[in-house]
């Protein structure tokens, strides 16, 4: 679990391909203090499991599925990764709940000075647009960030210049890829209606063959 409030940005030392598993290899300071084999690290909001220590950083797996649809196998090495190591018992709660486990890959549409801070446009798939509500918390990245507006083609977030300086999403241009999980507490909501639904047997195709 983590909170979304980045303590280092990292580097890709090395990214190999072996069949399904990708071993990945990041260079790290911070994030490394107290860190052990097993340890739960957040990279670019995916959570990997450090399999090797080595002296400039950590080693972890990934499958090849989890690398696709995070887009962490479009990294190279050199590319900055925003990270976070497990939050501890200890830990104040500055940002929100991610766990690592990224929903999709979105698109950064631009971002635009407002009012002293910014305001990044991000697209997604409509079939997200239920995850996501105004004044509600996104992972971007593995960034915490506020939704400032919310439509069906995807929604923007607001930014302070010190989450631009301290994280990657200032290196991002308009068309770049970012890893976006959505709330938990929103997902089980929906998923309660859903199921709600589905036990009443009510669904589109119940209401289209009732005239609805």
Known sequence: MFTGIVEEVGRIAR???????IEVEVAAEKVMEGTQIGDSISTN????TVTRITESGFCADMMTVTAK???????ASGSRVNLERA????????????????????KLAGIEPDEGGYIMSIEVEERYF???????????????????RAGRAGFSVSLIPETLRS??????????????????????????????EESKGIDLDFLRKNGF
């Open 69 to 75: 649809k995070s887009g962490l196998d479009r990294l």
């Open 87 to 106: 939050l501890l018992p200890t830990t104040r709660m500055g940002g929100h709940i991610l766990q690592g486990h990224v929903d999709t890959r979105g």
């Open 45 to 48: 909001g995916v959570c990997l």
């Open 130 to 148: 239920p995850y996501y509500v105004p004044q509600g918390s996104v992972g971007l990245n593995g960034v915490s960030l506020t939704v400032a």
């Open 15 to 21: 990214i190999d391909r072996r069949g399904q598993k």
């Open 167 to 196: 994280t990657n999403l200032g290196d991002l241009k308009a068309g770049d890829a970012l890893t976006v999980e959505f709330d938990i507490v929103g997902k089980y909501i929906l998923r309660q209606q859903e199921w709600e």
